[in-house]
């Protein structure tokens, strides 16, 4: 499919609008649905059927894991108002761009192309209707109940949903607002899901309009909100994670009380095993979600918590991180920033005071900060704050002598 996939990367905007065409030709309801282009949590048409057709083998046979893939992005995009139907006519739509803009094409390399396509969207068309068929909405309203600003560029926003929400700590929810013309943005969960469908999303304010927007939003306003996605932390705090309640005489792996062993089926993680979470700016949202996850158990791992902000003023949850470490003796929380003091636009407020008395902040490179303890070699690691921050704090944990399959890092 070599040749297929070149000539779709190399003609990007030809294809796309070919393909937009005979979408409105057969369908202009269809048309609607495609994300605004301004939204950033979706892939465009000529980036899927490239990463389509990297999957075919013979004859036109599509991988089962690439099936997989467009399946699980068939049940997400029924959140832009994709139906089984406007599944299939995307479908009919790629194909006839492909032969309008792969006219030179040899005929079997298109036959093989096609049939792949016709697989695929056959496959999503089916994937949506089962999540039809089985009640699971599209996505879910909610009402903005409170609002906090914790500083000029954080702020904090609290929904109540019409039911409950479906994802896991650690995984990024795609969210909208009537305003925002299906635009969507992900946002991390600060909270575990629970059955009154109560969410809090943490926000930096900056160049995106959209994230604007939603910071802005009022009490009563009316957010739409996706399915749970992303991995990062699910081998611990996912559907049949390995970190399970290590209490004595919990079962362990090989189904004897008190075994020191590992949970799980062998790849679990030992349950004497701590953690280590390090958080910069709304990173803290996901890893907080998890801090309280393991609130909820009887016997939870210790957990040391490094949270970093460019200003101490920018610390914008650090009170309430200190009211519950002293209330968990599990609970170690570990203030860093870049600067020692705040710049005069800040604009801190309570939320960003310790109490008298506690540990002081630390001021510097988190990476330096944290390696400087020691190598954390007996820790599960999860790390999640700015792309390059992320990877330097990784790098440097590595180097120190954390093993790298014990790291996982959330980056934006």
């Not at 006519?89 to 309008?100: F, N, P, W």
């Not at 749970?228 to 611990?236: A, I, M």
Request: charged share 20%.
């Amino acid at each position: 499919m070599r040749p297929v996939t070149s000539l779709i990367e190399d003609n990007p905007d030809v294809f796309l609008a070919t393909v937009m065409s005979r979408l409105s030709t057969l369908d202009p309801l269809a048309y609607t649905c495609i994300p605004h282009v301004d939204d950033q949590t979706h892939i465009s048409i000529t980036e899927l059927l490239a990463a389509m057709l990297d999957g075919v083998g013979d004859e036109g046979a599509v991988d089962p894991g690439t099936v997989e893939y467009f399946r699980d992005l068939a049940r997400d995009y029924r959140r832009f108002g994709f139906t089984p139907q406007t599944f299939t006519t995307l479908g009919e739509s790629l194909r006839l761009a492909l032969r309008e803009v792969g006219e030179d094409l040899p005929f079997e390399t298109e036959l093989f192309a096609e049939r792949a396509i016709t697989a695929t969207t056959s496959e999503m068309a089916a994937a949506a209707q089962e999540s039809i068929d089985a009640g699971i909405p599209a996505a879910t309203d909610a009402t903005v109940v409170q609002v906090e600003r914790r500083s000029r560029r954080f702020i904090v926003v609290r929904l109540e949903a019409d039911g409950p929400l479906s994802y896991f700590p650690g995984q990024y929810l795609p969210v909208t607002a009537g305003y925002l013309q299906n635009s969507w943005r992900f946002l991390c969960p600060s909270i575990p899901a629970n059955e009154w469908g109560q969410v809090e999303f943490h926000i930096q304010t900056g160049d995106d309009e959209a994230l604007r927007l939603l910071a802005g939003s009022q009490p009563g306003d009316r957010w739409s909100i996706g399915l749970g996605q992303g991995e990062f932390g699910q081998r611990l705090f996912g559907a049949g994670s390995a970190l399970v309640d290590a209490s004595p005489g919990a079962v362990t792996g090989d189904g004897e009380p008190g075994d020191d062993g590992d949970h799980g089926d062998g790849g679990g993680v030992d349950k004497q095993d701590d953690l280590l979470f390090i958080a910069y700016g709304t990173g803290l949202a996901p890893l907080r979600a998890m801090m309280f996850e393991l609130m909820t158990r009887t016997y939870p791992p210790r957990l040391h918590f490094f949270v970093g902000a460019e200003y101490p003023g920018e610390l914008y949850e650090l009170m309430g991180l200190w009211n519950f470490a002293a209330t968990c003796p599990w609970l170690s929380v570990v203030p860093v920033t870049t600067n020692a003091e705040d710049a005069w636009w800040v604009q801190a407020t309570e939320a960003s005071q310790p109490p008298r008395g506690l540990h002081l902040t630390q001021v510097g490179q988190m990476a330096e900060i944290v390696t400087s303890v020691g190598s954390w070699a007996d820790r599960d690691v999860l790390i999640a704050g700015p792309e390059q921050m992320a990877r330097d704090i990784r790098r440097a944990l590595i180097r120190r002598g954390t093993p790298r399959d014990r790291i996982e890092h959330l980056e934006f």
